[in-house]
């Protein structure tokens, strides 16, 4: 699977509060938490992203709440792809869990804001297509990879669980 | 092994596992809330099951917004309340729900040596009781649901050792703080969080859940306490089983074990806004505040409000301050009235809430305005995390946070209790 987005900067620790705010959970409706992705921290990021673009962020993304609206909001506001130093936990199983692509990688650091970027999920490379820095990342172990292919846990579930 | 290795290799069927292991583990209790309970009923639905693997073992709270705060949030609750009906797993109704956190242990639903999900962050409490319990989303809920099953990585672990004894007005919310003011807000990310040392074993139960329960803001997979006495003490009087209490081996392998003196440790602080910028308490005295909030899955049992008590009695909360007080559980509040702990709150100027999660996260009961600032016994002090996005909290045990209630800025206890 490739991916060519624009990159959006964040720091280190953007936490779930942050990416949507415990005050937009009183509803599962991808659309609305879309609308509020990022807003604490950057008003009208979801209407300033255009599809397929990508969040480019440092260490510890998505610490905090459990909340699945984080990676949904993203997902919802049109991100295709997350790229950090690190994630916390719960954000990166649910991100995996609802098939939204994520790759840690130190290269975060050799992109600024507004670069346009190329990801090959399937060999684990990365292009700055600006300064055209080429890079690699370690991809999923195998078991994470099925999670993945199939298109969520859920998926993977009917496949392997659910007769 | 460790103790988690040795909880988690006995719920997937193996002899032994190591730490970067993938496994499906076979969970003894799956929970989830109104916020993320729906989101797992969506899912769960989509597969077209007939069944939940098995209902006595799936817990559902709704404690974030009820009683409900708006129309959205009451379509949430009766979303889980139709489910809770429909496939007869547990559920808690207003009157009889509390904090979800305070509540399992106190139904006595969480047992040693158990493997507990749930679709909250802060499960990582009942390590408390050392059962392996974890935060996880609402899909892994759902896959749950079907499956009776969870997907782990098995997780190094990290010991802390705690040489020494607590000091006046010090407790399990100083140590933890002091804890991720030391290693960071990842500095356990992905880690076992195993406590341990004289301070930890001379702790209640409610201090070990408070400890256990901030795991998280370290970035922690679980955080876990070996049982000992006060842990068989407890479950003895709450629970029908005990559990198996694990201890780790003698040679149980570690990726790094901190030394901590509990005794040096004062009163903690948590500054906005991260968790990790935790100091003592006497460098705050110059920060005046708005609210104070005592409650939470961190700080709202029974021990928690007789330490704020003891220095409210015969206070007046500052002119200038909202105190609210918010027994976790029903029964915290019960026993807080047997005790005649509420009428302290009352007389000094407080209020009280019912049992719910409420302004922990913004949600209702205590929410902030632009530019206010609040002391809080709660666990997170995110930008906007308890209202406005330019609203400040800091985060203390409940003595301090009473403390700076009748002086109107932060405080150390011995400023009202000589």
Known sequence: MKIRGKAWKFGDHVNTDDIIAARYLNTTDINELASHCMETIFPDFSKKIAKGDIIVAGENFGCGSSREHAPIAIKGCGIALVIARSFARIFFRNAINIGLPIIETNFVDRILQGDVIDVDLDTGTIVDINNSEKGDFIKYPEFLQQIIKSGGLMQWAKEKHIR | ?????????????????????????????????????????????????????????????????????????????????????????????????????????????????????????????????????????????????????????????????????????????????????????????????EFEGEAIENLSMDDRFTICNMAIEAGGKNGIIAPDIITEDFLTSVAKEKGIFYRSDKDAKYENVVEIDASAIGPQVAAPHLPSNSRDVREFSDVRIDQVVIGSCTNGRISDLRRAAMIAKGKSVHSDVRAIIIPATQKVYQQAMKEGLINIFIDAGCVISPPTCGPCLGGHMGVLAKGEVAIATTNRNFIGRMGHPESFVYLSNPEVAMASAIKGRISHPDEVLK
């Not at chain 2, 009889?96 to 509540?103: P, Q, R, S, T």
Request: proline letters at 4%; hydrophobic letters at 40%.
């Open chain 2, 1 to 193: 092994m460790t103790i988690t290795e040795k909880i988690l290799a006995t719920h997937c069927g193996l002899d032994e596992i190591f730490p970067g292991q993938f496994i499906e583990a076979n969970v003894d209790l799956i929970l989830a809330n109104d916020i993320t309970g729906p989101l797992a009923i969506e899912e769960f639905e989509k597969t077209g099951a007939k069944k939940v693997f098995d209902p006595s073992k799936i817990v559902l709270v709704p404690d974030h917004f009820t009683p409900c705060k708006d129309i959205k949030s009451a379509e949430m609750v009766k979303i889980l309340r139709n489910f809770s009906k429909k496939y007869k797993t547990r559920f808690y109704e207003i009157g009889k729900v509390g904090i979800e956190h305070a509540l399992l242990p106190e139904e006595g639903l969480v047992t040693a040596g158990s493997l507990i999900i749930g679709a909250d962050s802060h499960t990582c409490t009942y390590g408390a009781v050392g059962a392996f319990s974890t935060g996880v989303g609402s899909t892994d809920v759902a896959f749950g649901f079907v499956t009776g099953k969870v997907w782990l990585k098995v997780p190094p672990s990290i010991k802390f050792i705690y040489t020494g004894k607590c000091g006046r007005f010090v407790g399990g919310k100083d140590i933890v703080l002091y804890t991720i003011g030391k290693i960071g807000v990842d500095g356990a990310r992905y880690r076992a969080m």
